[in-house]
DNA sequence: CAATTTTCATTTGTCAGACATTTAAAAGTC
DNA sequence: GACTTTTAAATGTCTGACAAATGAAAATTG
């Protein structure tokens, strides 16, 4: 673990990039608990200040978490699926917002991500998740459901899609690119008709898990993503009508 | 923005949290300048270290970057594909090495989400990336090669039919799935006579690429996928055999 | 002796004030 | 006008202090 005061980086920097090398190169093992706030300022022979501000920084990167009191200080975290997922989801629906990445885009990758799934969905998938898959879609079914909760339900449908597949990483993968789509979707207000077909996809996905036809359900997909993208196009061109004649 | 000085937590993980907020929603635009810390600290009453944590965690995870000097100050940050990559590629990283992920169930989701690029690969793939792949299977049929960087060069062909794919979304997400692999395929010490089917994969999957066939670019995904599969399986039990045997 | 309470040392969280360093704009100089 | 110097503002770092939490050891009590 080499600092250099002279370096143009900031030494919080450096002490959090020496750190996060020991954890990544398993130096440093989970649940092992770094040396003290003070230990570690006399190491790295800066103040305990700097010390703390690469604490932080490796803190908000779930590579650490620490406690207080006598037998507190900074451990090693074990980075859960939980927390991946957070992670996952925040930096997707960042990078979409702030790149004006287009609907169809972002569909297109949700989709075929999610048809990826399909396969092996078809074959795992346990009751328990078609049960939460049929609720979902008897939900959005409800008259005076707000677009927010139609969206909402629509992600908890998919994600129970990929969940179904059993492959925690897939799970983890898709998490961000479900629900990074989220934002974009409440862009579109539903109206009864279209909502209406969603459903009908989502029932007849539904149906051809239940047995485990991967290719219909790999079909339903598509043409579930085609709509989407139709839809939204069309949503989008009425509004840009909207807004010339106006 | 509200802080709770009394609450169980910290002020300064509060603090990132308003402003990381502030961000998100869009109350904060790309490139906007944050007040000053000394402003940050008298705005939310506290001392400036407290801010400077706070500014350092929101740092680790790309949402601001900071200057230094009279026009100075930390500024909104456009998340960039590149920064997203690598954030997406440490998480995965770490994410499979903490958690025991077998193999098998990293080379499915891997190789299942590449699966889902290659029919879009296969419409829009430009001579660019077929030269990037074939220059590695080319690399990476060179004898003397160390499996380190045979490794390397696997990782960088399959990026390539990822990019090809002409979707920066699916790229960004397929980044941590391909990359999060490879500390697991450097586990495995490939023979001669493995590597030379592997890249003959890789010629074929050029080829069907180029032919623009999407069906076998598929077939030969999943065909590679189950062959790393089962050398890695056969790999493992030698080991295990000859830790036994020892 | 066992159970409970108290004390205490350790560690992180926060604060205050100082100085160093960087940077661009303003002021001065030729 | 072009160049140099000064200056002000901002982040980066350091020092020293106190608050708060927390578990372990010590003291107390029944």
């Known amino acids: 673990m080499k600092i250099d005061p002279d370096s143009p980086v900031d030494l919080s920097a450096q002490i959090a990039r020496a750190i996060r090398d020991a954890i990544v190169s398993g130096d440093l093992r989970v649940d092992e608990r770094l040396p003290s706030e003070a230990e570690l300022s006399e190491q790295f022979n800066v103040s305990r200040s700097t010390v703390r501000e690469a604490l932080k920084r490796l803190g908000a990167q779930s590579l650490i978490r620490t406690?207080?009191?006598?037998?507190?200080?900074?451990?090693?975290?074990?980075?859960?699926?939980?927390?991946?997922?957070?992670?996952?989801?925040?930096?997707?629906?960042l990078l979409i917002s702030m790149n004006a990445v287009s609907f169809s885009t972002a569909c297109e990758a949700r989709y075929a991500l999610e048809r990826a799934c399909a396969p092996m969905s078809a074959e795992r998938r346990s009751a328990d998740h078609l049960a939460t898959m049929r609720a979902e879609a008897h939900r959005q079914a409800q008259p005076g459901l707000t677009d927010e909760a139609f969206c909402a339900s629509d992600v908890a449908f998919h994600r129970a899609l990929v969940d179904a597949a059993g492959n925690p990483i897939l799970s983890y993968q898709l998490a961000g690119a479900v629900e990074a789509m989220q934002p974009l979707m409440n862009m579109i207000t539903f109206s009864a008709r279209s909502r209406g077909r969603i459903v009908g996809f989502h029932a007849d996905i539904a149906d051809a898990l239940e047995a485990q036809d991967a290719d219909e359900t790999d079909a339903l997909l598509a043409a579930l993503a085609r709509y989407t993208d139709e839809l939204a196009q069309s949503v989008f061109a009425a509004r840009e009508q909207a807004k010339t004649q106006h």
Not at 73 to 81: D, S
């Open 67 to 93: 406690q207080r009191g006598a037998t507190g200080g900074a451990f090693v975290n074990r980075l859960t699926y939980p927390e991946a997922y957070g992670q996952q989801i925040t930096t997707a629906t």
